[in-house]
């Protein structure tokens, strides 16, 4: 079946630090891969999105390749900011697979960046 | 700027007490879902509705929990009787069928306790 494996936080930062969480999936299909972000006490926001292999995702400083060879979709920022504190999922849409085109998601993943 | 809103944002509630939870999605987006999140077992999907018509309840408890799409703007979770163990928060989202992916987006959850 589909599934998405997240690194597991918590992961702590000094702001300006480089950011990478690792995103591995499995699906039988040809998915579509996103990262979304939840601030504390809101609805998840979606971050970006690939939806073929060697797409690049990216908004707001954050990037995301999608690997194929590699079933991955890691998520980097080459300088975080405090208000990037947050946690952060990885999801897929594999209409072919099975999913029907819902959403899977990874456990999150929590960052906290220190001033 | 469009939004998944959510009413009421916060309940607390005695254990046996009917809860309703509602959900307003983006205008002219065809699909619904509704999840819930606990820290113990992350987002769970619990229903989701296509042009108005429930497609998959699987991740409901049948006896207790109801999802209706009474018209295009208006989804309703219902939850009776309640129990400790449905404290969480529940998040509504909308989205747009398309050929690729189906990006959802998230309403600011209502966050609930059944004491």
């Known amino acids: 079946g589909n599934s998405v494996t997240q690194m597991e936080g918590p992961v702590t930062l000094s702001e300006e630090a480089f950011l990478t969480i690792n995103c591995t999936y499995t699906a039988t299909g040809y998915p579509s891969l996103f990262w979304y972000v939840q601030y504390p006490g809101e609805g998840l926001q979606l971050l970006l999105k690939a939806t073929k292999a060697d797409d690049k995702g990216s908004n707001k400083g954050f990037e995301a390749t999608y690997r194929k060879e590699t079933t991955s979709f890691h998520l980097e920022k080459g300088s975080v900011q405090v208000s990037d504190s947050a946690v952060y999922f990885c999801a897929l849409s594999d209409r072919d697979g099975g999913s029907q085109g819902n959403l899977i998601f990874g456990k999150g993943t929590k960052l906290s960046v220190k001033p | 700027d469009a939004r998944v809103t959510q009413t009421p944002r916060h309940k607390v509630t005695e254990m046996g007490q009917e809860v309703t939870m509602r959900c307003q999605p983006i205008l002219g987006h065809n699909t619904v879902f509704w999840y819930r999140q606990t820290m113990m077992q992350g987002l769970e999907l619990l229903a989701y509705?296509?042009?108005?018509?429930?497609?998959?309840d699987s991740g409901m408890p049948k006896d207790r929990f109801s999802a209706e799409m009474p018209d295009a703007t208006l989804a309703t979770l219902k939850i009776q009787p309640s129990e400790p163990r449905d404290s969480a928060v529940y998040f509504c989202?909308?989205?747009?069928?398309?050929?690729?992916?189906?990006?959802?987006?998230f309403g600011p959850g209502t966050r609930l306790l059944v004491l």
């Open positions: 509705f296509r042009n108005r018509a429930p497609l998959d």
């Open positions: 989202a909308s989205g747009l069928r398309q050929a690729y992916a189906e990006t959802q987006y």
